[in-house]
């Protein structure tokens, strides 16, 4: 897979030249006009981190501030390699293939070469990232310069598994020593923790062989070796991958225990909307993710709609509109081909009144920018009866799409999916703007999916647990309640009760394209308004910035988190 790399100097020669239409202000406008953010100490909720809810205050502000740190655009080492024949995308996207080789079904040895391969590919990314630096930080984290970051942590896991298993030297080979003073010298807690994660590895493979007394006395060693919700962030991360392994074993054997199906999970999308907004507040104002994607991707649009006088955005999951507010202020101030109309249409098939509570306070944020400004409400009950016919649109006027985060939950539907984006060609639109989730834990084979899953939420825990290290009760809750349901339903479930199915940015672009979708390039004022972004917050360092196709990946010491394109229609099938 083919990346662009851009240095600081590029991005900021480039940068200079952003014209009128970048959004080249600052924002704090929006929690001071018109009591947008409504009186003070009230909350609003946005259902956009990771597909799943993200918060906000009163005084949650981002500045505009000059690029001062450097953001290098390498490698990450995606794994996809997906043909984009019309057939096996949609397959990959929305479709289980459930069935076991013969050799599966006698319940053989299942942790396939397939599952070497994953865990070879990211020793091997980990080698390239130790001497390339991304973003000059170091693997690792915290103020304890022993201790190794999760993903050096599971890949030295992984390698040990493979050693203890393996019969081929050339496979032990491939993972050796991409840090060897790592290996040599890590502390004592680093080395609990690999001893830990390769338990769980050992447990996946003696589910694989449905071997499952052998899996149940190798998770109580989980439990033996430190695994908690209140640990390291690789402890924690055990702790709920046990849980879900639990779960798993319950479901295959008939059985209910009082770790696995025993213990209650609610649905995962589910969990994310009942999360307390104090919790939801923590995760918007501490981690960069949903912000960078709200103003990267109103830029986009803003790109795309200059000098039009009358723009519709169709907003799939507008929630609270925060994200509609920054596209209001950047056209209340254009100068040349001023704004005759913005209309929003906000599509919706649950909570009415979310959409309504949107509509009366974009409306009064309107007035006080004296911005002409309608909304609809376009409520259905399946997104199967979504018609083209159903949309007010004008010849004049130039329609985008905003998509943030909603559309990985068509996955495990996928005839919902497709019928979307159908009525989206017919509609036309100049652009379309995605943010989705940037990980690969929708394969149907358990093992692979778990390895994936491991790896990505390892990255992620460790993303939190640096950001959020002031609001520890905000981080256990939410590790507790939200992503441990989406680890529990990942692991354990199959088939449409799978409903979590994170996929990348590649998988993504091979659909689009089967339905006339062509990636259109992010301009280098979206690219700075991420940069922008992540200068406010004080785990800025850690994230990166890749540019994969012509796609925006934000991840965490070079792990992918997150995605951010840009795509318009180029053909009618």
């Known amino acids: 897979m083919m990346f662009t790399y851009m240095s600081q100097d590029e991005l900021v020669h480039r940068s200079a030249g952003l014209d009128q239409y970048g959004l080249l202000f600052s924002p704090e406008i929006l929690a001071e006009q018109n009591g947008f953010w409504g009186v003070e100490g009230e909350t609003c909720m946005d259902v956009d981190l990771f597909g799943h809810v993200a918060g906000f205050e009163c005084d949650s502000t981002i500045s505009a501030l000059p690029i001062s740190k450097s953001y290098s655009y390498e490698d990450f080492g995606c794994s996809d390699s997906l043909s984009p024949d019309v057939a096996e995308t949609r397959k990959v996207v929305g479709k289980d293939n459930l069935e076991r080789s013969a050799h599966e079904k006698r319940g053989g040895f299942l942790f396939r070469s397939e599952s070497f391969e994953i865990l ?52 032990i080979s491939v993972l050796s020593h991409p840090y060897p003073s790592a290996i040599l010298c890590h502390s004592a807690g680093d080395s609990e923790s690999v001893q830990l994660v390769q338990n769980l590895l050992s447990c996946v493979e003696k589910v694989g062989e449905q071997r499952y007394e052998s899996a149940r006395k190798l998770l109580e060693g989980c439990d033996r070796l430190g695994s908690s919700s209140s640990g390291s962030p690789i402890q924690r991360l055990v702790f709920y991958f046990t849980e879900a392994l639990h779960e798993r074993i319950d479901r295959e054997t008939g059985r209910v225990t009082s770790k696995g199906l025993g ?21 918007h104002n501490k981690l960069p993710l949903s912000q960078i994607t709200k103003f990267a991707g109103i830029q986009a649009i803003l790109d795309h709609v200059a000098g039009t006088g009358k723009i519709h955005v169709i907003d799939f999951e507008i929630r609270t509109g925060l994200h509609i507010t920054i596209l209001m202020q950047a056209l209340a101030v254009r100068c040349e081909h001023p704004v005759e109309h913005l209309k929003v249409t906000a599509v919706g098939t649950r909570s009415k009144k979310t959409l309504e509570e949107a509509n009366r306070r974009l409306t009064s944020f309107a007035e006080s920018l004296k911005l002409k400004f309608s909304f609809s409400v376009m409520m259905v009950e399946d997104i199967l009866d979504l018609d083209p016919a159903m949309f007010e649109l004008e010849s004049e006027e130039k329609v985008a799409i905003f998509a943030a985060y909603t559309l990985t939950n068509m996955i495990v539907q996928p005839n919902r999916l497709e019928h979307l984006i159908r009525v989206i060609r017919t509609i036309s639109p100049c652009v379309m703007v995605v943010s989705e989730v940037e990980g690969n834990c929708n394969s149907p084979i358990f093992e692979d999916r778990f390895v994936e899953a491991l790896f990505f939420y ?41 409903k979590i199915r994170h996929v990348s940015i590649s998988v993504w672009r091979a659909f689009f394209t089967s339905f006339g979708l062509e990636e259109v ?32 990946i934000i991840g965490w010491k070079g792990s992918p988190l997150s995605s951010l394109s840009a795509w318009k229609f180029y053909s009618v099938l």
């Not at 700075?528 to 004080?538: E, G, K, R, S, W």
Request: proline share 1%.
């Open 120 to 171: 070879k590919r990211y020793g091997s990314r980990c080698r390239k990232l130790d001497f390339q630096k991304v973003n000059d930080t170091e693997p690792r984290i915290g103020n304890d310069a022993a201790t190794l970051s999760a993903e050096t942590i599971i890949r030295l896991a992984a390698e040990r598994f493979i050693q203890s298993i393996s019969r081929s030297s050339d496979e």
């Open 263 to 283: 213990k209650k999970f609610e649905d995962p999308i589910k969990a994310w909307t009942a999360v307390n907004n104090s919790i939801l507040i923590a995760f």
């Open 458 to 498: 390892g990255s992620y825990y460790e993303a939190i647990a640096a950001c959020l290290k002031d609001d520890e009760e905000f981080r256990t809750a939410a590790e507790s309640v939200c992503f441990g349901s989406s680890i529990r339903n990942i692991v354990a479930c199959e088939g449409e009760e799978r």
């Open 521 to 552: 390039e992010l301009s280098m004022s979206s690219l700075y308004q991420a940069n922008l972004v992540l200068n406010n917050f004080a785990c800025g360092d850690s994230f990166t910035f890749a540019v994969d196709g012509k796609s925006l």
